[in-house]
């Protein structure tokens, strides 16, 4: 249930935000999550629902963008794209273990809409 704190983050930067610009409505926030952060959107769109309210932020939408994962291999330096759920982290070229994750953990507010 980690979205719940993520998503408060979430709520004080949007409506941070929203205030310097002198907003009266936040209309939307776009979410950019890496497929390892282990955001469920579906619970962080609830979690956003109810501690949003009886703020500027209550009627936004919130729409997330889940990048894929990448690692390169540290024998052959080819970079394989992981799509398994689990993921398991080898390289799709040679079958080695030894890689270096490149992205999937990411998670940052990509833009906020405001009116
Ligand atoms: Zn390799």
Known sequence: MHELSIMENVLDISVDYAEKNH??????????????SNIIPKWAQLFFRMISKDTIAEEASVEFEI??????????ENISKIESDPPSFVCKDC???AVTLLSGR?????????I
């Open 23 to 36: 907003a009266s409505k936040i209309v939307q926030i776009n979410i950019t999550s890496g497929a390892l």
């Open 67 to 76: 990048l894929p994962v990448f690692v390169k291999c540290r024998e052959c």
């Open 106 to 114: 990411e998670f940052q507010i990509k833009s906020i809409e405001i």
């Open 95 to 97: 079958g080695s273990d």
